[in-house]
């Protein structure tokens, strides 16, 4: 049974900096592409995408801001956050693609970015 734990959210002020973490199980990371989403006023979103092999992706809002990392021996998926504005407030979700097209989600993670 695949488990994706989400956590690292909080209230931070513009400018600041979070590190979100997703712990998997019942996956392996050397063969599953792992994405970041987040869901804020609007519909969800992907923000950040990271394959096996290492390659990255970023949502143009994004780009320069967020850096995604995996570290597959101990199945676990980074999103750093850098330069926070308010607009990158939301539920922050990991996932993999399969679940995705499931619609299946985890719990999420809060960040709210307000001074």
């Known amino acids: 049974q695949v488990q994706l734990e989400e956590s690292g959210g909080g209230l931070v002020q513009p400018g600041g900096s979070l590190r979100l973490s997703c712990a998997a199980s019942g996956i392996s990371l050397f063969t599953n592409t792992m994405t970041w989403h987040r869901q804020g006023a609007g519909a969800r979103e992907l923000v950040a995408g990271i394959v096996p092999d290492g390659n990255t992706m970023y949502a143009d809002s994004v780009k320069g801001r967020f850096t995604i990392s995996a570290d597959k021996d101990a199945n676990m998926v980074y999103l750093d956050i850098n330069n926070l504005k308010p607009e990158d407030s939301g539920v922050y979700y990991c996932?993999?693609?399969?679940?995705?097209?499931?619609?299946?989600w985890g719990q999420g993670t809060q960040v709210t970015v307000s001074s």
């Open positions: 996932n993999t693609l399969d679940r995705v097209k499931l619609n299946s």
